[in-house]
């Protein structure tokens, strides 16, 4: 069976009494509700729907690189040379901004293979500073795209859009003043949730294990 976000609206108008037609509830006021219930999921929880892989070429001499759009929080980042027999990772170790500057020298003969990084706002910062050419992978989390007449699908597991619809009912029923039901739904959605644990929560790091891989090349010398 189908279900998609046309479902999930009437999902919502049924409980609530509403038909298709009526103006006082209409689907861009539905989307809303449904929006709402849809962004708490996404804080709350780790989809593994919103990790996103990117891979991009360092430049010898540049230490800062932009984060890559979209992105919520760095996820994994690591470093591994080419010519790793075992191709093992080895993790870029954080390190906070006062360290950072400490450490870091503007001089050429101080630049090398990254060991370190530091997190900045929408950009972070490599150390040292690379000294040539470094395929850099990076894991990290995303926003999801909002429910919408062209995301008509919820990106996250099906087990869980019953959920986000009942966070969309009981935000109306807070809206139209009945707060008996009101919290009668969000109690129900309290014990949904409670039965489901998605597999990205046991699979969580914590963020200072957090790594940027780095493939160094090799060179006929």
């Known amino acids: 069976m189908a279900f998609d976000l046309i479902a999930m609206r009437k999902k919502v108008r049924k409980p609530l009494g509403i038909a298709v037609t009526d103006t006082d509830l209409t689907d861009a006021d539905i989307d809303e509700y449904l929006n709402l219930a849809y962004w708490e999921i996404q804080d709350k929880f780790p989809f593994r729907e919103k990790e996103r892989t990117a891979t991009f070429l360092t430049v010898a001499g540049q230490r800062v690189y932009p984060m890559p759009e979209p992105y919520e929080a760095l996820k994994s980042l690591a470093v591994k040379e080419l010519d790793s027999v075992s191709g093992q990772f080895t993790k870029l170790i954080r390190m906070d901004?006062?360290?950072?500057?400490?450490?870091?020298?503007?001089?050429?003969?101080?630049?090398?293979?990254?060991?370190?990084?530091?997190?900045?706002?929408?950009?972070?910062?490599?150390?040292?500073?690379?000294?040539?050419?470094?395929?850099?992978?990076?894991?990290?989390?995303?926003?999801?795209?909002?429910?919408?007449?062209?995301?008509?699908?919820?990106?996250?597991?099906?087990?869980?859009?019953?959920?986000?619809?009942?966070?969309?009912?009981?935000?109306?029923?807070?809206?139209?003043?009945?707060?008996?039901?009101?919290?009668?739904?969000?109690?129900?959605?309290?014990?949904?949730?409670?039965?489901?644990?998605?597999?990205?929560?046991?699979?969580?790091?914590?963020?200072?294990?957090?790594?940027?891989?780095?493939?160094?090349?090799?060179?006929?010398?």
């Open 97 to 221: 901004t006062d360290e950072y500057e400490n450490r870091y020298n503007s001089d050429d003969s101080s630049q090398g293979f990254p060991t370190h990084y530091t997190r900045e706002d929408c950009f972070f910062r490599l150390w040292p500073t690379p000294d040539v050419i470094y395929t850099m992978s990076m894991k990290r989390t995303i926003t999801l795209e909002d429910l919408s007449a062209t995301q008509l699908v919820p990106e996250i597991p099906r087990a869980w859009w019953e959920v986000i619809i009942y966070g969309a009912i009981w935000r109306a029923f807070m809206d139209y003043g009945d707060f008996d039901r009101s919290q009668s739904i969000k109690a129900h959605q309290i014990a949904l949730l409670n039965s489901l644990v998605p597999v990205e929560s046991k699979e969580e790091q914590d963020s200072r294990e957090a790594s940027v891989v780095v493939y160094r090349p090799s060179y006929d010398l």
